[in-house]
């Protein structure tokens, strides 16, 4: 069965050459749009029409195109990757769309995500976040046994699911409060479960926060926003945990 | 202990805390006021009133308590603020009635209008009871031999004088509901006290707490409304 064709499609996108520069939206037009076409390879589509104009195509970022890496972002239609629950960008496809539908795309909205160009907004916040204490130290040496240190299945599958998060930034997008706690919680949460993670947990959680909050992130209220809109549907109960490892640091020193 | 009050999670740990110190507060004046429709007479609310303004533990719990609503808002204030700093730029099109409660979106414009009928609601009834010179004088009623302030003749008269008044606090009522249906549950999760199971638990709590406030509350000018009371 060949997939319905979208006639016409009324593209409102946020264009700015450089992060210096003043952006405003744009508003531009494609035709017959197949619904089995992925969002990214609607704006492809464009792109081509563009650079067939002489235009400059709109950037934004995407590399995988899987659903796995955390590049592509884009805030499409008032929602942190589109109208879809728990998928990436580049898993949402067009059939989502109406035929002659306008669809507003924005870049990240987040001081700490500043935009570099058009849809493309710097994500290296969280790089910082995470070289601030989301590792482990392991000491060099031959590898050890993969299965020496025995972990409880539940811990193993909690630990797992925080280590879904694929930092694209959804959370600290979507949030009201351009809060990061979401993608802070899934990482301390990750390693906090983990016999590996524990030695050094206090010193993480401190570290972790402390960066997350002298790079601009806001307050998490908990609204609950970030869980829906996260592509992983990461669980705030990481945040209550990363609150708790936060507390049981904070009462130590 | 280092920074951990200037931290984030440090600032709604405070909020948390007197946020919880609230809601214990509102049970036991939700607890008293309710004296107002089981006891026609007035008696009862007379004695509860008094109890109250006399008692020296109330006596020192008063002055925390206007503490722990000062502390409340002004770091409501403060972590609005910096909020709303943390986004510079504003989009252009948002869709958030799709991921997260109207009541959680909206706890800062909720607290702002319940500190407006806290404003409102001191002034009829604390500031006269404790300034009797400035405003209307009281009353005294003697109740089990006894003399006090006829408290339960200015609540009655308040509600039985105006629609408005009423319906004032009516409303009141129903905002600390709306208020109480995110913040309940999220003083918990910001000390660490939720996980995907306890949460439910706990939203399920935030909404009981919030219809016993709300109708709680509302349900004593609607009885003086209704003609059912002295």
Redesign the interface.
């Known amino acids: 069965m060949a997939d319905k064709i979208l006639k016409e499609l009324t593209l409102k996108i946020w264009r700015q050459k450089d992060a210096k520069s003043k952006g405003e939206f744009k508003t531009y037009k494609v035709h017959n749009i197949s619904t089995g076409t992925s969002f990214l390879e609607m704006l492809d589509i464009l792109n081509e029409q563009l650079v067939e104009q002489n235009e400059e195509p709109v950037a934004f970022d995407h590399d995988c195109r899987e659903g796995i890496c955390g590049t592509c972002s884009l805030f499409i239609d008032g929602r942190a990757h589109g109208p879809d629950d728990d998928v990436t960008t580049c898993q949402l496809h067009m059939r989502r769309f109406q035929d002659g539908a306008t669809i507003t795309i924005e870049p990240w909205r987040c001081g700490a995500f500043p935009v570099i160009k058009d849809l493309i907004v710097d994500r290296k916040a969280y790089d910082k976040i995470l070289q601030a204490g989301g590792y482990v130290s392991v000491s060099t040496g031959g590898v050890p046994d993969a299965n020496a240190i025995p972990i409880p299945n539940d811990k193993a599958e909690e630990a797992m699911d925080a280590a879904a998060c694929i930092g694209c930034g959804a959370c600290a997008a979507t949030c009201k409060n351009s809060s990061a706690m979401l993608f802070v919680a899934a990482k301390v949460s990750q390693l906090a479960l983990l016999p590996q993670g524990k030695i050094e947990a206090a010193r993480r959680a401190k570290a972790m926060v402390a960066k997350m909050d002298e790079l601009g992130f806001g307050n998490c209220t908990n609204t609950g926003a970030c869980e829906m809109e996260c592509p992983k549907s990461i669980s705030i109960a990481h945040i209550a945990r990363l609150n708790r490892e936060f507390l049981k640091a904070k009462l130590k020193d | 202990?280092?920074?951990?009050l200037t931290?984030?999670?440090?600032?709604?740990?405070i909020m948390s805390l007197s946020g919880l110190f609230l809601i214990m507060f509102l049970c036991v004046h939700l607890a008293l006021n309710l004296l107002l429709i089981f006891d026609n007479s007035g008696a009862l609310f007379n004695q509860g009133a008094h109890f109250m303004a006399t008692n020296p533990i109330i006596k020192i719990v008063e002055p925390i308590l206007a503490i722990g609503f000062i502390i409340h808002i002004i770091w409501a204030s403060v972590?609005t603020l910096?909020?709303q700093?943390?986004?510079?730029?504003?989009?252009?099109?948002?869709?958030?009635s799709?991921?997260?409660?109207w009541a959680?979106?909206n706890?800062y414009i909720l607290g702002a209008m319940v500190l407006i009928f806290l404003v409102i609601h001191l002034y009829n009834f604390w500031w006269n009871i404790k300034f009797p010179s400035l405003g209307t004088p009281l009353a005294a009623i003697t109740v089990g031999g006894v003399e006090m302030e006829d408290t339960y003749t200015l609540v009655s008269g308040l509600f039985k004088s105006s629609i408005v008044y009423c319906l004032i606090y009516i409303l009141g009522g129903v905002l600390v509901g709306l208020h109480i249906t995110?913040g309940f549950?999220?003083a918990f999760?910001?000390?660490?006290?939720?996980?995907?199971i306890w949460?439910k638990r706990l939203e399920c709590l935030a909404y009981f707490f919030a219809v016993v406030f709300a109708v709680g509350f509302s349900i004593i000018p609607l009885y003086f409304i209704a003609g059912l009371g002295n």
Do not use: E
């Open positions: 202990m280092s920074n951990f931290s984030s999670i440090g600032k709604k740990v972590l910096q909020n700093k943390a986004r510079p730029v504003k989009y252009a099109l948002r869709n958030q799709k991921n997260a409660t959680s979106r706890m995110h549950w999220s999760q910001t000390i660490g006290f939720s996980n995907d949460r």
